[in-house]
């Protein structure tokens, strides 16, 4: 299985899943009235697990393993709490809840084929929480269209570049963190010390200094990104970012939620998809 859970699951309903709801932030409530708000996020973790076993609710498993792989390439992640099978909390404790937080307890739902999760922040005066919630299937996720037309397959490297992106989307589906599937394009292409190059940035003749780039030879790099929205914003810094390095092109990936865009970035206006405004 390309994505496997160490523990089963059980996807719960919306109405299912708030009434467990109410009764689990009962116990959030309960430990930071008591506890304070300066404990370390895996005292806080530990403490609502053992109490929601005492009100039997349970299973409450603490850093159920998440591994996802696909032909050698292997990522672990870890739920922070998973209640009854089907209720995924992630505890913070941070100065707020940011974007970030919200995208990692979506992927963990993506992930495990769950639809509801809480978000909840410990460090805060008075708790922080979340609903986070998903109506994607994963047969939904991997349901996508290619985009091409702006896309040259200029080395072999290109082709496996394009050629495993799709691999990944149609194992894993669409959706996950962006960070996911360029992990495992770097390791498929070489690994990062073969793909991650430091490469010199020009102003002009004068030298800037140089910036770490994943590149598919001397000459192309490639990026990988998830614009919904500034696509054009993003092709246009991409392209300012070619003109001032010594590349020749930059293959870039856009995972657009349904949509995969394949497009080539490059400074030979002949091959017909140089750099535009």
Not at 151 to 175: C, P
Request: glycine fraction near 8%.
């Amino acid at each position: 299985m390309p994505i496997e859970v160490s523990t089963r699951i059980q996807a719960l309903d919306q109405e299912e899943f708030h009434a467990l709801d109410r009764r689990i932030m009962g116990v959030v409530f309960e430990v930071h009235n008591e506890l304070g708000r300066l404990l370390d996020e895996d005292l806080y973790k530990r403490e609502i697990a053992t109490r929601c076993l005492a009100i039997n609710l349970e299973p409450a498993e603490l850093e159920v393993r998440i591994l996802v792989g696909h032909e050698g390439f292997v990522k672990d992640y870890f739920m922070d709490l998973l209640v009854c099978r089907g209720y995924l909390m992630e505890a913070k404790v941070a100065d707020r809840l940011v974007a970030a937080h919200r995208g990692q307890t979506l992927n963990y739902l993506l992930l495990t084929g769950l639809r509801h999760g809480r978000l909840v922040n410990l460090r805060t005066e008075r708790v922080q929480h979340e609903f986070v919630s998903t109506t994607l299937t994963p047969e939904e996720r991997r349901r996508f269209s290619v985009v091409e037309d702006g896309w040259v397959e200029m080395t072999a490297e290109s082709r496996q570049l394009k050629a495993r992106t799709i691999e990944l989307l149609e194992d894993w589906g669409a959706f996950l963190d962006v960070s996911l599937y360029r992990e495992a394009l770097v390791h498929f292409l070489g690994g990062a010390g073969s793909v991650c190059k430091a490469v010199e940035v020009f102003s002009g003749s004068r030298r800037v200094g140089t910036q770490n780039l994943n590149l598919l030879d001397e000459d192309t790099g490639f990026a990988l990104t998830t614009k919904r929205e500034g696509a054009g914003a993003m092709r246009d810094h991409l392209g300012r970012l070619l003109e001032h390095t010594r590349l020749k092109a930059i293959q870039w990936i856009n995972l657009n939620r349904h949509r995969v865009e394949f497009t080539t970035l490059s400074k030979d206006r002949a091959c017909g998809s140089g750099v535009r405004n």
